[in-house]
């Protein structure tokens, strides 16, 4: 979260739309705070078992598990580092993990 925080607005809010996960991001670690329980937790009780979706699963996948793991959504400094840590919510390791 803290990380999306410090990012600079690219354009002035109702100017222009433009694609990015970081809203997910942020519902994600609403859940987490509002549900006192992790993500991945809350969707499975909430969503996938009552829509009796038993193959569908979160995974942990990060680099140290998934050799040359490609990195689709991501947020970057100006630089172009890769930013997202895993750290910033128990689930962006699914999403965007470093």
Same mark, same amino acid.
């Not at 991945?40 to 829509?51: F, I, Q, T």
């Not at 580092?81 to 470093?98: D, F």
């Given at each position: 979260?803290?990380?999306?925080?410090?990012?600079?607005?690219?354009?002035e809010?109702?100017?222009?739309?433009?694609?990015?996960?970081?809203?997910?991001?942020?519902?994600?670690?609403?859940?987490?705070?509002?549900a006192?329980? /992790? #993500?991945?937790?809350?969707?499975?009780? &909430?969503?996938?078992? $009552?829509?009796?979706?038993? +193959?569908?699963?979160? @995974? /942990? #996948?990060?680099?140290?598990?998934?050799? &040359?793991?490609?990195? $689709?959504?991501?947020?970057? +400094?100006?630089?172009g @580092?890769?930013?997202?840590?895993?750290?910033?919510?128990?689930?962006?390791?699914?999403?965007?993990?470093?």
């Open positions: 979260m803290k990380e999306i925080v410090k990012q600079p607005l690219k354009f809010p109702g100017a222009r739309m433009e694609y990015g996960n970081a809203g997910f991001i942020v519902l994600g670690a609403i859940v987490e705070r509002v006192k329980q /992790d #993500y991945a937790g809350y969707v499975r009780k &909430h969503n996938l078992k $009552p829509a009796l979706m038993h +193959d569908t699963y979160f @995974r /942990d #996948y990060t680099p140290a598990k998934v050799a &040359h793991m490609a990195h $689709p959504y991501a947020l970057f +400094d100006e630089s @580092r890769w930013i997202v840590k895993a750290t910033c919510a128990s689930w962006v390791g699914q999403v965007a993990a470093s």
